[in-house]
């Protein structure tokens, strides 16, 4: 659901980077008091464990298209929103300027859409509310699996009212949000699936990460080795290897469009901020769509794009590469978050 910058307008998108810049200001102040030596690496860990994990884009059935995980409601269940929401942009951000995984114009407006409604609508709402104050094996399987659907329905919404609002391309609201719901309504079964698997391993190896998180405290001097190792583990395992098997069906947003419009990408503008925002991207993205440049800056080959499983050493150099930025960036944000609480 990572939005390219064809579908917004310059308007609408400076309004959604000001709109996620005040919720990233209001994150880091609130986060201070929830932050300390544990949580922080923990911070950079889960960063990087999601940004392997959008790596691998999963078929559903009978559709021709796919999807992947957007990651924020682990992160919210996990560490507490605020301070997901940091670790989410961190994510998005590493993958927009040196990945080309969604435009520079559109970063506000993927961030958003990615980050505020699972970790302050989905998680506070849903998730908290059907969980309890005593969580069941069961409880956190049907909180995750209802926040993740609704989750992620709002965000494909909100990518339709932006589209729309924005003016630039030919999609119909109407027609648009018919394609958009229901895709992204398997779409979301499996993320809250797959949150429930990640959120399961944590409370039965440590409970307090959870207890912590929901009531935005430190985790003190809490021992969480063996969930950083393992975390870690399976994101060096996923990015570097498993990213080999991502489905190379369109993703929701692509299927979408092209059900409505013939095409799953639009063309920029060729003057103006599009082009100038699309020039930095060039110079910034060293493995755009998560693969090497060829001579001529175009990503991959034609076999390695029809290939399945596409074993590729760009495809997994990415997942290493965008693994470590994205720990070494969500951490430094918690560091500094941490240090002003301090001073």
Same mark, same amino acid.
């Given at each position: ?186 779409? %979301?079964?499996?993320?809250? &699936?797959?949150? +429930? @698997?990640?959120?399961? /391993?944590?409370? #039965?190896? *440590? ?114 590469? %965008?693994?470590?930025?994205? &720990?070494?960036? +969500? @951490?430094?944000?918690? /560091?500094?978050? #941490?240090? *002003?609480?301090?001073?």
């Amino acid at each position: 659901m990572h939005m390219a910058d064809a579908l917004i307008s310059p308007a609408t998108g400076g309004l959604m980077w000001a709109a996620t810049a005040g919720l990233i200001t209001y994150c880091s102040t609130k986060a201070k008091n929830d932050l300390d030596d544990t949580k922080v690496p923990l911070m950079g860990v889960l960063g990087a464990f999601i940004f392997a994990a959008q790596m691998i884009n999963f078929t559903i059935p009978a559709t021709g298209s796919s999807g992947h995980l957007g990651g924020g409601l682990i992160l919210a269940i996990l560490l507490g929103p605020s301070a997901a929401f940091l670790t989410m942009a961190s994510v998005l951000t590493i993958q927009a300027f040196f990945f080309a995984d969604g435009g520079l114009l559109a970063l506000g407006c993927n961030i958003f859409n990615l980050g505020f409604f699972p970790c302050f609508i989905a998680y506070p709402l849903i998730y908290k509310k059907i969980v309890g104050m005593r969580p069941t094996k069961g409880r956190i399987l049907t909180a995750s699996l209802i926040a993740g659907v609704v989750g992620l329905q709002l965000g494909a919404f909100s990518v339709v009212l932006e589209t729309v609002f924005s003016s630039i391309s030919e999609l119909p609201f109407n027609t648009f949000i018919l394609m958009m719901l229901p895709i992204h309504l398997g779409i %979301g079964i499996v993320e809250g &699936l797959a949150t +429930a @698997a990640v959120v399961l /391993f944590v409370f #039965k190896a *440590r409970p307090e990460i959870l207890n912590a998180a929901s009531q935005s405290r430190p985790l003190g001097n809490l021992s969480i080795n063996h969930v950083l190792a393992s975390l870690l583990g399976v994101a060096i395992i996923t990015g570097g290897a498993l990213s080999w098997f991502a489905s190379a069906h369109p993703d929701g947003l692509e299927w979408s469009m092209a059900k409505v419009s013939g095409t799953e990408e639009l063309e920029n503008p060729e003057h103006g901020i599009h082009a100038s925002l699309s020039g930095i991207q060039e110079h910034t993205a060293f493995l755009p769509d998560y693969a090497f440049k060829t001579a001529h800056g175009e990503e991959g080959d034609m076999e390695s794009e029809t290939a399945w499983p596409a074993v590729d050493a760009g495809t997994s150099l990415s997942g290493l590469v %965008g693994g470590t930025l994205t &720990l070494f960036i +969500a @951490a430094l944000i918690g /560091f500094s978050v #941490k240090r *002003r609480k301090n001073a």
